[in-house]
């Protein structure tokens, strides 16, 4: 099926280990995003991706490092981990602005559960 | 102050009753409103899509946006307990993709 695919779907790491979180979009979407989930807190956008090779910061952008080098993936590296991480992480595509009907805008994945001990 | 406020709930309804969800908002340049529906231990699925001001509507589902206000709304009718659910509303401005959420209202639809 089509979709954005995360991988993993769940990971404990211990205080200050590394680890990086895979998204694949077969929807051939120029846009990719990263976001956390807390409790209360709604999504959060951490870092996003307008093109192959392109990066830019979001809202909470501090601990993570991320990298585009194919259209269809978009991986999220944590380089030392803090409790401070532990979330519920979703990685999203879209197609640019300018084609603004319902099917263009931010389809998620299933999400990535870390828990940092 | 968050850019957009809602209601974490829990809200619990029986079945059949109209459930109401509501989003407010401080960045008026927003434009595009949507609802996503979120089920347990899933990601956000695309409910509903409103560009500006006005009314949307998908069978039991209504999208309502006051952009005067900056008050938007998701009206459920005849309720299900398939619509057991987190709703979270999400905005943007035009020309840029990546949404502001709001903080979800958790729904439980009792039979």
């Known amino acids: 099926n089509a979709g954005v695919t995360q991988t993993p779907k769940f990971r404990v790491l211990k205080t200050g280990q590394s680890m990086t979180l895979l998204c694949a979009q077969d929807m051939n979407h120029e846009y990719m995003y990263w976001y956390r989930q807390d409790p209360g807190m709604g999504l959060r956008l951490i870092h996003y991706s307008v093109g192959e090779g392109t990066t830019a910061k979001g809202e909470v952008p501090d601990g993570y490092n991320v990298s585009r080098l194919k259209k269809q993936n978009f991986l999220l590296g944590l380089e030392s981990a803090a409790p401070s991480q532990t979330s519920v992480y979703f990685c999203?595509?879209?197609?640019?602005?300018?084609?603004?009907?319902?099917?263009?805008?931010?389809?998620f994945g299933q999400g990535t559960r870390l828990t940092v001990v | 102050q968050k850019e957009v406020e809602q209601d974490p709930g829990p809200l619990s309804v029986p079945e059949g009753a109209i459930v109401s969800l509501n989003c407010t908002y401080s960045n008026s340049a927003f434009q595009y409103f949507m609802w996503y529906r979120q089920y347990s231990r899933k990601g956000p699925e695309l409910l509903m899509y409103t560009y500006s001001s006005g009314n949307k509507e998908d069978g039991r589902f209504t999208a309502q946006v006051d952009k005067s206000s900056k008050y938007i709304s998701l009206f459920i009718r005849d309720s299900q307990p398939s619509d057991s659910a987190t709703y979270l509303c999400?905005?943007?401005?035009?020309?840029?993709?990546?949404?502001?959420f709001g903080s979800g209202t958790r729904l439980q639809v009792q039979p």
């Open positions: 999400a905005m943007r401005n035009t020309g840029r993709r990546a949404l502001t």
């Open positions: 999203a595509s879209s197609r640019p602005p300018g084609q603004g009907t319902m099917n263009t805008e931010a389809f």
